[in-house]
């Protein structure tokens, strides 16, 4: 029995990091309907720029984060801006093919220059530090740290949405961009800030993945398929649902690892086509 | 885009009445034709005169021709687009796998029912991706191929991660079977433009467009939008199947990184893209653009790759009908007419 409520603790940690890789998914589609292909190519980017800061400047990866997540903030908004904004229409292929060039770009890149070789960023024994909760029952302190980080993150972006007044410009965006602009509103702006906040999160998930596991170039695509059903899973429209769809996910990976090692990611890709099945708005959709 | 336009204009118009034409075939299309035929015909003569290099050359690029077609069929006409047609060019490969090597049918016979192999697995697919829309159905399809890269490692019947080889095209001496191979992907190249050709042309390829253009208005005229789109797609994926199985027919070997990987995709999107896309020569012109550069820089690498992609977001954002379409445009060149073009005729 411990066995299985391991997984399913271990699952929903996990889910954290996921929700911190979809959140961002999830505001850029909500905004824009733009799918970002190199979400996950960006969480790389930000685990090695984390990884540069902390042995560059000889930071702890926590203080690296002050660093890496202002870089990805500018970024964001420089990407949209300068890129993404040329894109925005109601045909899906200029955004997807921009996106996806632009995973392309990055993982070439990194490879370049870093080679294919995988990295971590080493934090002083945190990654390896946990917390007994029961008998034979430990959590990881990281784990525990990175969910509570999406926990808050999910908070402070549902109040961003819900009360303040740069989240009604969102909102309004969202719902209809011409008289969004008729009120005064500038729509390129208020896009690239959208997704400033967007790859700015992904700043503190990168930093996050480097800690956690050892990172490569290439491993971009596959982040970008768990945050892409996380967003699924939850459903659209609401953070929490993408928190809960994140959590889901980390849970039926989890227990599909127990069953066979061969068969946690697979066992989380089942649950996304289920869901698509019977579920197709996800479990907690939101439409706006 | 014109196409619609084309439709009222075909109604209203009749030839001869106020001085308007509708325009159904170039005098650049009927060029294209007779190219096409004599050129077939110099590539069918190619095995008994030309170096093997070369036919192994030219069979890639028939494959890449393929690919860059269907895939244009169903993101460039069907406005479908897909990041996950890589699951069709696996499934093809690995039919081909369990039917020469296991079931014992002639390989270059098996092709064609790789392509209906990957047809059968695009009906119950649909199912599943045709749940999402727009840009996530491009992200839900490449989610499919992942799933079935991740099955086909996790059966060792198959080979497993590591994966296996075509041993059935042991009983057939090099030349003969460098030779076929030629052949079949030479057939299914030109077998492919054909077919989306007539499609183009036909009351399908107008619901087709007509559906890109507006679902809203399509289905308003009575257009049964969710049988044509399941059609296109099980298309594409019929002509992926078939394009996978000649593929692996050429490398001998096949694992599930190489037939479900996502590094197919860029290839064949790129190739659409910058040689333009919702064209049918587009296509073909970036498939050969591509396959030149590619051997020119392989050496490069990973700069090559960062090329591409950063030639594929210029192309996108400022040549959004990519290199062939601007040629098009520009000097009013039709080599496969598809559309029904209104003209007025210079003297009433």
């Not at chain 1, 649902?241 to 959590?247: D, R």
């Not at chain 2, 028939?62 to 699951?87: D, E, K, P, R, T």
Request: glycine letters at 12%.
């Amino acid at each position: 029995m411990t066995i299985w409520i391991d997984a399913i603790i271990q699952g929903v940690l996990v889910g954290g990091l996921y929700a911190l890789f979809a959140m961002g998914l999830s505001l850029m589609f909500g905004i824009m309907r733009l799918v970002n292909v190199a979400h996950g190519d960006l969480v790389i980017l930000m685990s090695f720029i984390g990884l540069m800061v902390v042995e560059g400047l000889g930071l702890q990866p926590f203080a690296a984060m002050a660093v890496v997540v202002p870089i990805a903030l500018c970024m964001g908004y420089a990407l949209q801006r300068g890129v993404l904004n040329h894109t925005i229409s109601k045909d899906p292929l200029r955004s997807l093919i921009v996106t996806f060039g632009i995973s392309i770009v990055i993982q070439n890149l990194l490879l370049a220059f870093h080679s294919a070789d995988t990295r971590a960023i080493h934090s002083a024994g945190l990654e390896s530090q946990s917390l007994p909760i029961a008998e034979n029952l430990a959590v990881g302190v990281l784990p525990v740290i990175m969910f509570a980080t999406a926990v808050m993150l999910t908070a402070g972006l549902q109040w961003l949405f819900g009360s303040t007044r740069i989240g009604r410009a969102f909102r309004a965006t969202s719902d209809d961009d011409g008289a969004a602009a008729l009120m005064g509103i500038n729509n390129a702006h208020i896009y690239a800030l959208a997704t400033a906040i967007a790859i700015g999160i992904l700043g503190v998930a990168g930093v996050f993945h480097g800690m956690r596991t050892t990172f490569a170039p290439t491993d971009g695509p596959a982040l970008l398929i768990y945050a892409f059903q996380a967003v699924i899973i939850g459903g659209m429209g609401s953070f929490w649902g993408t928190l809960a769809g994140g959590v889901l996910l980390g849970i039926a990976q989890a227990i599909g690892a127990r069953i066979d090692p061969g068969w946690g990611v697979l066992a989380g890709h089942l649950m996304f086509v289920a869901v698509l099945l019977f579920k197709p708005n996800g479990f907690f959709p939101k439409t706006r | 885009m014109s196409t619609t336009m084309g439709v009222t204009a075909a109604a209203s118009a009749r030839p001869g009445d106020g001085g308007h034409v509708v325009e159904r075939s170039t005098r650049a299309g009927i060029a294209t034709m007779v190219f096409f035929a004599v050129s077939l015909g110099f590539s069918v003569s190619m095995p008994f005169w030309a170096d093997a290099i070369y036919l192994r050359w030219l069979s890639e690029l028939a494959c890449y021709f393929v690919m860059a077609q269907m895939w244009n069929l169903l993101g460039g006409y069907g406005g479908l687009v897909s990041i996950g047609q890589q699951a069709y060019i696996g499934i093809g490969g690995y039919a081909l796998i369990v039917l020469a090597n296991m079931a014992g049918i002639n390989p270059f016979a098996a092709v064609l029912l790789c392509g209906v192999a990957a047809a059968v697995a695009a009906m119950p697919i649909s199912r599943i991706v045709f749940r999402l829309h727009g840009p996530t159905f491009a992200i839900g399809t490449w989610a499919v191929a992942e799933i079935l890269r991740l099955l086909v490692a996790n059966t060792t019947v198959l080979g497993g991660g590591s994966g296996t080889s075509l041993l059935a095209l042991r009983g057939f001496d090099r030349a003969t079977r460098e030779a076929i191979t030629f052949w079949v992907s030479i057939g299914a190249s030109y077998g492919s433009v054909l077919l989306v050709y007539l499609l183009l042309r036909s009351k399908f390829g107008l619901a087709l467009t007509a559906i890109r253009d507006s679902e809203l208005a399509s289905r308003s005229q009575g257009i049964d939008v969710g049988r044509t789109k399941f059609l296109v797609y099980v298309i594409s994926a019929f002509g992926f199947g078939i394009a996978g199985a000649i593929y692996f027919l050429g490398t001998l070997r096949i694992s599930p990184d190489a037939a479900f990987g996502v590094s197919w995709s860029p290839l064949i999107i790129f190739m659409v893209i910058i040689g333009g896309v919702g064209t049918i020569a587009g296509p073909l012109f970036g498939a050969v653009l591509f396959f030149a550069l590619s051997k020119v820089f392989e050496d490069f690498g990973s700069w090559y790759l960062t090329a591409l992609g950063l030639l594929a977001i210029v192309v996108t954002i400022w040549f959004p009908k990519g290199i062939f379409g601007f040629i098009e445009d520009r000097y009013d060149l039709r080599l496969f007419p598809v559309q029904r073009r209104l003209r007025v005729r210079s003297t009433p």
